[in-house]
């Protein structure tokens, strides 16, 4: 649970407990005095159950790594940093494990890895490219990762052609398709979008990220 939530939860909870405070010391009768705390009660839970049913509870659950994740945390820090020194973006690759295997070890790609050995914390594709941000660099370091470096090359350059920023992934390099067919197009854009965007951010506490920064 994070912050909004709990804030949340305390100011209710102060909120309820003066409301109970002034049934003891109010003058009405005691059936008034309960009455409107019962009613104070009442609106605490409906704004509560329309705060859970628009997901602002559900998504301070949806930040924190799976109970699947936690055993290989140190393995991945470790990893990361012997490849990518101290200042490793542990939270991408672990988003990337995750999308990878579910953290399963029994998964197994096309290609033949399984578990961990899915994802590769080699630096090779990231060298190869050059972007205006870390986080622009790596979400092209992924899509090469995903559907090879060469097809990276070329939509960049159609990019420009396009009079688009070749250097920045997110709303330019990525709108544009080289030749790909359609599901293969698809299927890469969604993947350096759910990595970054989406399940990073449940790992920075394992480590940094490209695109989003810790608290």
Same mark, same amino acid.
């Given at each position: 649970m994070n912050w909004p939530q709990i804030t949340w939860i305390v100011c209710m909870s102060l909120k309820l407990a003066f409301e109970a405070f002034r049934v003891f010391i109010r003058t009405e009768r005691l059936s008034v005095r309960a009455g409107t705390f019962l009613v104070h009660m009442a609106w605490v839970f409906f704004v509560a159950m329309l705060l859970w049913c628009g997901g602002f509870f559900s998504q301070a659950c949806a930040a924190q790594p799976p109970q699947a994740a936690l055993q290989y945390r140190d393995d991945v820090i470790r990893n990361a #940093?012997?490849?990518?020194?101290? /200042?490793?973006?542990?939270?991408?690759?672990? &988003?990337?494990? $995750?999308?990878?295997?579910?953290? =399963?070890?029994? !998964?197994?790609?096309?290609?033949?890895?399984?578990?961990?050995?899915?994802?590769?914390?080699? @630096?090779?594709?990231?060298? =190869?490219?050059? &972007? &205006?941000?870390?986080?622009? @660099?790596?979400?092209? *370091?992924?899509?090469?990762?995903?559907?090879?470096?060469?097809?990276?090359? #070329?939509? @960049?350059?159609?990019? /420009?052609?396009?009079?688009?920023?070749? *250097? =920045?992934?997110?709303?330019?390099?990525?709108?544009? +398709?080289?030749? =790909? +067919? !359609? !599901? /293969?197009?698809?299927?890469? #854009? $969604?993947?350096?979008? @759910?990595?970054? #965007?989406?399940?990073?951010?449940?790992?920075? *506490?394992?480590?940094g990220s490209s695109c989003v920064a810790s608290d």
């Open positions: #940093r012997l490849e990518w020194g101290l /200042s490793a973006p542990v939270a991408d690759f672990a &988003a990337q494990l $995750h999308q990878e295997s579910g953290w =399963r070890p029994d !998964a197994i790609s096309p290609a033949g890895a399984q578990g961990l050995a899915l994802v590769s914390y080699d @630096r090779w594709l990231w060298q =190869r490219v050059s &972007a &205006a941000s870390d986080c622009e @660099r790596m979400a092209m *370091t992924l899509s090469g990762y995903n559907g090879g470096l060469g097809w990276v090359q #070329r939509d @960049r350059r159609l990019a /420009s052609q396009k009079g688009l920023d070749s *250097t =920045r992934w997110f709303g330019h390099v990525a709108t544009v +398709n080289a030749g =790909r +067919n !359609a !599901a /293969s197009w698809r299927e890469n #854009r $969604h993947y350096p979008q @759910r990595i970054l #965007r989406e399940l990073a951010p449940r790992y920075l *506490t394992w480590g």
